[in-house]
């Protein structure tokens, strides 16, 4: 019965067999014939290639730049957009946050006092440099001033005790007068506010009478609103009573009004795609308040350096809600000096590869085209998809350094098939359009392969969630579709000119001179240092029993490692990481965590389109159970407090009994004006644009929120869970069940949304690359062994190499995710360009199969190996000096590609020639072979594998 099957599967494999070989012969005739008509008119090749570029180019009119972080690093259709937009439309107004930190032995001294308050003063009275200038008045968030209520109708020993309220108990009309006529204060949390920001008066008190004072302090002297000035200390020391005594840091906090309508991201946006949501004159004043505490710093190390006083120790450590972006951003193009640099050594080294010592052969012209089609190709894909409507983003920037590893591989392996062309004494005599479409019908079927399974993968990988990933992998498969055709069309004319100057003799950097003298370039590749490098390593060691029994150990082991290392690697991303440690920001923030352990990020709870009367105790039940949530702290319960209001005031219970529609709106009315309750007037939003007056019942409510803060979490296993948690907290209330908006939103889940997601987004990218790779090389090569060496080459090296990112103390984050994109592209090429080399080495009778498949392992390396290292030694000579830069992006770019390199030549060119001379497939190549040119046919075969002796 075996004998059978097998007998019927024989006829099957030879029909796959010569589908393969057709295929291949096939390829060759196309870029036999393509490479004829263009060394026989190179230069109208050239000018063609040329309209069609400057053509495309055109498309650039319509580019534009996505600066908006909403539109690069969040899932389009995650909650967190349409929470956002949600937000926007129904708000159109929020705050943001400055904060500075002032540090010294002790600031609750009279003389650190007094220089916070020169510090806040300075601040108070900047303005920005450009006209019209912009003040701190100009862009702050006012609220009313109620001192004067506090002080005449209040308790003054505690105004804001439950109880009697005047806003609940004196005639509208007379407190109304009263509160319509407050002025409007900026909101400015600092301390100094207890000694109403007068120098004078700190500089008459003692230590122990600024400590009582502060330890007394609840309400701000200067507004008249509550306020817990113990928040604004850290590192603070109390006494046996529990007051606060002493703190080694305070943190003053000035909360600004943004107008979301006036929000353009074109102007205060960045290259980065990193900026805060501002305004254009929150923007300028920023600028003004950065300047102001830089100035400060300096005056204080002066002071410092200048005093021999260790009490006169002190430091300002500052943050704005611009600082982010401008660090980020600047560090991430501070290093184009880097990148320019390492693209001139990269060229220089592609310039010594390509050309010989001697004028004749100096291919400086052919370097500059080959550099020229690459950067062409850039602009070419900047051009289409610009026209195409889709934006440029910040991590493009990495893209011409993938195109030069793509493209100058390409210009290795072309060169390598011209000077095996050459090589061959029956070439010699043919005219040079033949010798060039020889050329490149050898290296066109090779670089096909890699090129066209690098553009489906980035197609596939254009599918998605993340905007910019998506954006890039656009970018990228243009990008590598066009590298590939001016390789093959652009650059092959050029190639053909520059071998029509050297056969002339001509000066190979100016062509106006001639070498008369010169004797015929030697066409001798076997004298070569390569190919007796190559020669010495695989016939002694690679190809050897002993060799390839370690060359598999290695392999095999390095697998090993590679997958403990990729399950242990985390899904983990700060955005400080973009910040270098020597920023000002990354100062501040280290600070922050030191001296205030246990400050989390902030968070709301939102409540829109409900009936607020009868849902009321389900929104208070709500208050309650976030107040006993681990997740959450610092609740700022306004249902409790109305609840209070109400009961203290009206004698009514709002929390039991349902009070009716016409009380709800009264009652809230009063509370929202009430001393305790003005502190939540920003959380409520009416219906139908109306306001809320004092006097009248308050319009029909259409939002509430609930302030509060999360705790600190300390990685993504904590703050993933703590943002689903109140996500299904906010759930099982059903205050959506009938039609209404309830949702949790923190400007910080734009981050852990994605790294939630980023885990599963890079494990799918990776496969369908993969698949994307044993789909096109079944297509182009058509050879099933070959296409599954092919792909475990490329599965292994991406083992590996996710494996030793975590060695190396990397994260699956957004840039890892883009890096390892690219990985597959880079990763590829090392493998299938040896396994296509030794497909198409013609096979030879003479010879034993073992010996057959050794001999033509060893021609495909001395063919193409050179080429693929040369290619790997310029990608990662460009990308050198990216280690030294201060930008996580390229640094992470560079370690990635960095083990790519190092993994993906040790499986392309040690393991896959290992495997191929043990177990690899027939050659497609038979002696007599030929593609069909024009109305004749060529001989294409390659060195007969009997001509190679191995050592056995």
Request: charged share 20%; hydrophobic share 45%.
């Amino acid at each position: 019965m075996e004998i059978e099957e097998k007998t019927e599967q024989r006829p099957q494999l030879g029909k796959l067999y010569r589908v393969a070989q057709a295929i291949s012969l096939r390829v060759e005739s196309f870029y036999y014939n393509l490479g004829l008509q263009i060394a026989r008119r190179p230069k109208r090749w050239m000018l063609g290639c040329s309209i069609l570029v400057v053509l495309c180019i055109g498309g650039a009119l319509r580019f534009r730049q996505e600066k908006n972080p909403l539109k690069l690093w969040v899932p389009p259709d995650s909650d967190f957009i349409r929470d956002t937009e949600w937000l926007m439309s129904t708000f159109q107004e929020g705050v943001k946050i400055e904060s500075f930190i002032f540090t010294a032995d002790d600031v609750l001294e009279p003389r650190a006092l007094l220089r916070l308050n020169e510090i806040t003063a300075r601040l108070i009275d900047a303005q920005s440099q450009n006209s019209p200038k912009i003040a701190w008045t100009d862009v702050c968030f006012k609220v009313p001033i109620v001192t004067v209520i506090s002080q005449q109708l209040g308790d003054p020993a505690n105004p804001y005790k439950p109880g009697f309220d005047p806003a609940a108990h004196l005639p509208p009309r007379f407190y109304c007068e009263i509160i319509n006529s407050l002025p409007s204060g900026c909101y400015l949390l600092s301390i100094m506010d207890i000694w109403e920001f007068n120098s004078t008066l700190i500089g008459s008190m003692t230590k122990e009478g600024i400590v009582d004072r502060f330890n007394a302090a609840r309400v701000s002297p200067t507004l008249g609103h509550p306020m817990n000035f113990t928040e604004l200390l850290g590192g603070v020391t109390r006494d046996d009573s529990g007051r606060i005594v002493k703190a080694r840091a305070v943190k003053t906090r000035w909360i600004v009004h943004v107008n979301f309508t006036g929000v353009d991201m074109d102007q205060t946006g960045n290259d980065a795609g990193t900026a805060d949501w501002t305004t254009r004159d929150v923007y300028e004043w920023e600028g003004s308040f950065l300047r102001e505490l830089e100035e400060a710093q300096v005056e204080l190390n002066q002071r410092r350096e200048k005093s021999n006083d260790s009490s006169d120790a002190y430091s300002v450590y500052y943050e704005a809600g611009r600082s982010f972006g401008d660090i980020s951003s600047d560090s991430i193009f501070h290093d184009i000096d880097k990148l320019v640099l390492g693209i001139v050594i990269m060229s220089i080294y592609v310039m010594l590869i390509l050309s010989k010592f001697n004028w004749i052969e100096l291919r400086f012209w052919l370097t500059f085209v080959a550099m020229f089609c690459i950067t062409g190709a850039f602009i070419v894909a900047i051009g289409l998809c610009s026209l195409a409507g889709i934006p440029y983003g910040p991590v493009h920037t990495s893209l011409p350094f993938m195109l030069m590893g793509l493209g100058v591989d390409d210009t290795f392996v072309m060169m390598a098939s011209w000077e095996e062309v050459n090589s061959q004494l029956r070439h010699l005599g043919k005219p040079l359009p033949e010798r060039v479409a020889l050329a490149l019908s050898h290296a066109g079927a090779a670089i096909s392969v890699t090129s066209l399974t690098d553009v489906v993968a980035f197609v596939i990988g254009a599918s998605t969630i993340l905007p910019s990933l998506n954006s890039f992998c656009i970018y990228a498969a243009v990008g590598v579709l066009v590298t590939f055709v001016l390789q093959v069309t652009f650059f092959v004319a050029f190639f053909t000119l520059d071998c029509e100057r050297a056969e002339s003799k001509r000066n190979g950097l100016l062509p106006c001179v001639t070498h008369p003298s010169f004797g015929s370039p030697t066409k001798r590749p076997h004298e070569s240092v390569s190919w007796k490098v190559i020669d010495a390593l695989y016939v002694n060691v690679v190809l050897t029993t002993p060799g390839k029994l370690a060359i598999v150990a290695v392999t095999v082991a390095l697998a090993a490692l590679g997958a403990v290392g990729s399950t242990r690697l985390e899904q983990w991303f700060d955005p400080m990481w973009f910040l270098p440690k020597d920023s000002y920001l990354s100062e501040y923030l280290a600070v922050r965590e030191s001296e205030f352990p246990k400050v989390g990020f902030e968070a709301n709870v939102f409540v829109s389109d409900v009936d607020f009367v009868r849902q009321f105790p389900k929104i208070l039940n709500l208050s309650r159970t976030m107040q006993a949530a681990p997740f959450a702290e610092s609740v700022k319960n306004w249902a409790d407090d109305f609840v209070e209001f109400v009961e203290a005031n009206f004698h009514k219970d709002a929390e039991n009994g349902t009070l009716a529609e016409s009380e709800f709106s009264v009652y809230l009315s009063k509370f929202l004006y009430s001393r305790v309750g003005a502190k939540y007037r920003r959380n409520f939003r009416f219906a139908d644009g109306n306001n809320l007056t004092c006097g009248e019942p308050a319009p029909k409510l259409l939002m509430a929120s609930i302030d509060f803060n999360f705790v600190k979490f300390t990685s993504p296993y904590e703050w993933i869970p703590g943002m689903d948690g109140a996500k299904d907290t906010v759930a099982t209330f059903g205050l959506d069940s009938e039609g209404g908006f309830v949702t949790v939103w923190s400007e910080v889940f734009a981050s852990w949304v994605t790294d939630k997601v980023i885990s599963q987004e890079v494990v799918r990218n990776l496969i369908l690359a993969l698949v994307c790779v044993m789909g096109m090389t079944a297509i182009l090569v058509a050879e099933l062994q070959t296409c599954f060496w092919i792909l475990s080459c490329v599965l292994l090296t991406l083992l590996d190499v996710c494996g030793f990112m975590y060695f190396w103390g990397m994260t699956i984050d957004v840039v890892s995710c883009i890096g390892l994109e690219l990985a597959v592209g880079l990763c590829v090429d090392y493998a299938a360009h040896v396994a296509h080399a030794f497909l198409n080495v013609s096979s030879s009778g003479n010879l034993e199969p073992r010996a057959d498949r050794s001999a033509r392992a060893l021609i495909a390396v001395r063919h193409i190996g050179s080429a693929v290292l040369f290619g790997a030694g310029s990608t990662l000579l460009a990308l050198s000096l990216l280690s030294l830069s201060r930008a996580y992006v390229f640094r992470t770019f560079f370690k990635i590609f960095l083990l790519v390199i190092i993994f993906g030549l040790w499986h392309g060119l040690l393991l896959l020639p290992v495997v191929l001379s043990t177990i690899g497939p027939r050659s497609l190549r038979s002696d007599g072979q030929y593609v069909q040119a024009g109305d004749k046919q060529v001989q294409v075969e390659r060195v007969d594998a009997a001509a190679v002796p191995l050592n056995k």
